[in-house]
């Protein structure tokens, strides 16, 4: 693989006996704990997916990629997802009937994707919109969103972090720097794609 990163995507179906042989012991127990069904999906897709992106960069058998997920604070299997040993870095992302995955040998990478209400929920600007941001349509907002997201999850903070703290430039710029208001500023760089 190169400094390109691969983007996988696919819509949310119902599970298969196939899909779940994909699983291992911990992300089985994961799954279980999801009281709706479509939740269970969604993970049960998200590591699926997570698994043949690797596995074809890597030339393997898809239940042969080890993924380790351990948070870094507590060891329970909700961290960042990690490739030991691979040199890739990976990110996974689910909204509605929607799962996207990004794997790239370039370096950490962050995706998120979000279906669009419109308009957006109330309250969820003021989670978002940092000191002089403004979001003028839906889509508008929910870009900026994804970029938000995509941004914590490449860095390993997660939610940790609110997202009005979190600056991105532009929404009309294809590649651009990103920072942390506070803090030092990753080193991070994102490419948007639309499909």
Not at 43 to 49: A, C, I, K, R
Request: glycine share 8%; aromatic share 6%; net charge negative.
């Amino acid at each position: 693989m190169t400094s390109g990163c691969d983007i996988w995507v696919a819509d949310l179906r119902p599970e298969t006996a196939v899909d779940l042989a994909f699983l291992n012991e911990v992300e089985s127990r994961r799954r279980a704990e999801y009281v709706f069904a479509a939740d269970r999906a969604r993970f049960t897709l998200g590591v699926v997916l997570s698994r043949r992106a690797v596995a074809a960069v890597l030339g393997i058998d898809p239940r042969a990629v080890d993924i380790d997920r351990s948070c870094p604070r507590c060891g329970a299997p909700h961290g960042k997802t990690l490739l030991p040993a691979t040199g890739l870095h990976l990110s996974v992302s689910h909204s509605a009937d929607l799962v996207a995955v990004s794997v790239t040998a370039a370096g950490p990478v962050g995706i998120d994707v979000e279906r669009i209400d419109d308009p957006a929920p109330a309250g969820l600007h003021e989670l978002l919109l940092g000191p002089g941001e403004t979001a003028a349509t839906p889509a508008a907002f929910y870009a900026l969103w994804c970029r938000k997201e995509s941004v914590v999850k490449a860095t390993g903070e997660g939610m940790r972090v609110p997202l009005t703290s979190v600056n991105v430039a532009d929404l009309g710029a294809q590649v651009s720097d990103l920072s942390l208001r506070e803090g030092t500023p990753p080193r991070s760089r994102y490419s948007a794609a639309r499909w």
